[in-house]
């Protein structure tokens, strides 16, 4: 059974970083392109970084030049680094294998919650 397990959210102060991780178990992230989402409070939710089998990335207007999507094929891990941290960054954070059309591919797991306030 596949399953994903993010962690590493918290509270953290404008300007702060944190690093997200995605764990997953009964599949292999190093064949799959991986992504990052979150949903804010009363928004839908949205592919913020995206990590491609070539290992090309792409990022969320709203992230570029703050997040880093990685992956450690031994650890079967996806990591988003997320730096200067704005309070608009505040939500719940999913990892997720991507389709063709950059949709989500599997279930979703119970989410990271970030938020970011002074």
């Known amino acids: 059974q596949v399953q994903l397990v993010e962690s590493g959210g918290g509270l953290v102060q404008p300007g702060g970083s944190l690093r997200l991780s995605c764990a997953a178990s009964?599949?292999?992230?190093?064949?799959?392109?991986e992504g990052w989402y979150r949903q804010a409070p009363g928004k839908q939710r949205e592919l913020v970084a995206a990590?491609?089998?070539?290992?090309?990335?792409a990022y969320a207007d709203s992230v570029k030049g703050r997040f880093t999507i990685s992956r450690d094929n031994a650890k079967n891990t996806v990591y988003l680094q997320m730096n200067s941290l704005k309070p608009e960054d505040t939500a719940v954070y999913y990892c997720n294998i991507l389709n063709p059309d950059s949709s989500p591919r599997l279930a979703w797991g119970q989410g990271t919650h970030v938020t970011v306030s002074s």
């Open positions: 990590l491609r089998l070539t290992g090309n990335t």
């Open positions: 009964g599949i292999m992230f190093s064949i799959y392109p």
